[in-house]
Nanobody
Framework: QVQLVESGGGLVQAGGSLRLSCVAS????????MGWFRQAPGKEREFVAG????????YYADSVKGRFTISRDNAKNTVYLQMNSLKPEDTAVYYC?????????????????WGQGTQVTVSS
């Protein structure tokens, strides 16, 4: 059993920044690859960013590349998503997820555990 709890969402104007955090508990965190996904109402879940268990590999959706940065601090059992230059189209519920893999995957089915989600709203 792994529990993931996101925080840091909120309302921000276009061009602003937010930093999302996801704290894991229950099992060893360092051997899990982590990912961030987002979902807007009526749309499919979308991969945003992923990071390997060691932190040595990262992977970003083209829509956020250059604006978002994923990182992890295994000592704190925490993964972060730094979001800069936010756009209205970034508005969604953001979820963190954990996968028992060493690499990075953009496929939701690979991930075993999910957080409750945190709302990010970007106004224009």
């Amino acid at each position: 059993q792994v529990q993931l709890v996101e925080s840091g969402g909120g309302l921000v104007q276009a061009g602003g920044s937010l930093r999302l955090s996801c704290v894991a508990s229950g099992r060893t965190f360092s051997n899990y690859a982590m990912g961030w996904f987002r979902q807007a109402p009526g749309k499919e879940r979308e991969f945003v960013a992923g990071i390997s268990w060691s932190g040595g590999s990262t992977y970003y959706a083209d829509s956020v590349k250059g604006r978002f940065t994923i990182s992890r601090d295994n000592a704190k059992n925490t993964v972060y998503l730094q979001m800069n230059s936010l756009k209205p189209e970034d508005t969604a519920v953001y979820y963190c997820a954990a996968a028992r893999i060493y690499s990075v995957s953009s496929r939701p089915g690979v991930y075993d555990y999910w957080g409750q989600g945190t709302q990010v709203t970007v106004s224009s």
